[in-house]
T-cell receptor
């Protein structure tokens, strides 16, 4: 069974805090990985792709651990504007006989940054 | 402006009345996809299309149909809607399965 599991939320943190989200996926043959951000009642938007070597974009760092089958997102120096739901997305590729368009979203982790 | 548009944005309908939600993108993307989002269940893929005339089932295709006759359009068809299809629907397009561009969503209520 295909699964993408995320940390249960919500995460309530003060401004300036560092917060980390983890996401596990069920099969080692998964092709590619992403973090999306979704604001309330809005469409999801790509935050970062996740590469094997890890990648950083300002205050955001994403890492992939293929051996343990999880990806992580670290947010440093949290801002009020970081409050949103963060979605882990895995491209399952042709793992289950389908094509590479089969994307599986985690249920999301809600982050609330307080003043 | 590069965008994905969906219509209608809001729709209330009755059980069994066929409806179509349109999706159009102006970015010449090959990949398009439909999702539904429900509380506690997250985003689930309904159908996707890797190119014109090529469509595949996602995780929850039952009760839905799609077509991809031209690159820019990917309509979602509910032949006989039921209350369990009440949901928030998103269309998305992508040039390469990396970044997906989502439409603004269609909130559908089936009574």
């Amino acid at each position: 069974r295909k699964e993408v599991e995320q940390d249960p939320g919500p995460f309530n943190v003060p401004e300036g805090a560092t917060v980390a989200f983890n996401c596990t996926y069920s099969n080692s043959a998964s092709q590619s990985f992403f973090w999306y951000r979704q604001d309330c009642r809005k469409e999801p938007k790509l935050l970062m792709s996740v590469y094997s070597s890890g990648n950083e974009d300002g205050r955001f760092t994403a890492q992939l651990n293929r051996a343990s089958q999880y990806i992580s997102l670290l947010i440093r120096d949290s801002k009020l504007s970081d409050s949103a739901t963060y979605l882990c997305v895995v491209n399952m590729g042709d793992l289950y006989g389908g094509s590479q368009g089969n994307l599986i979203f985690g249920k999301g982790t809600k982050l609330s940054v307080k003043p | 402006e590069a965008q994905v548009t969906q219509n209608p944005r809001y729709l209330i309908t009755v059980t069994g009345k066929k409806l179509t939600v349109t999706c159009s993108q102006n970015m010449n993307h090959e990949y398009m996809s439909w999702y539904r989002q429900d509380p506690g269940l997250g985003l689930r893929q309904i159908y996707y299309s890797m190119n014109v005339e090529v469509t595949d089932k996602g995780d929850v295709p039952e009760g839905y149909k799609v077509s991809r006759k031209e690159k820019r359009n990917f309509p979602l068809i509910l032949e006989s809607p039921s209350p369990n299809q009440t949901s928030l629907y998103f269309c998305a397009s992508s040039p390469s399965l990396e970044e997906q561009y989502f439409g603004p969503g269609t909130r559908l209520t089936v009574t």
